[in-house]
């Protein structure tokens, strides 16, 4: 699917995030099990960290990553 540049919040939600009420928050990892969030989101600019395993960037590399790419 095609997103707007700034439609953070529906490509976050399409993939299976359990998005924070706010404009930022934490959240699972796709790439790991998580107990308790570990990743960081930023709903405004897109950006996300993993503070667990080092996983970030911007939302086009969170969609490739969960898309296989």
């Not at 709903?43 to 395993?53: I, P, Y």
Request: charged letters at 15%; glycine letters at 10%; hydrophobic letters at 25%.
């Amino acid at each position: 699917m095609y997103y707007d540049e700034t439609d953070y919040i529906s490509m976050f939600s399409e993939l299976g995030f359990n998005l924070p009420k706010g404009h930022k928050g934490m959240v699972s990892c796709p790439c790991h099990t998580d107990r308790s969030p570990s990743m960081s989101i930023n709903l405004t600019n897109g950006l996300f960290n993993c503070f667990s395993c080092g996983f970030h960037g911007r939302k086009f590399r969170i969609h490739k990553n969960h898309n296989g790419h």
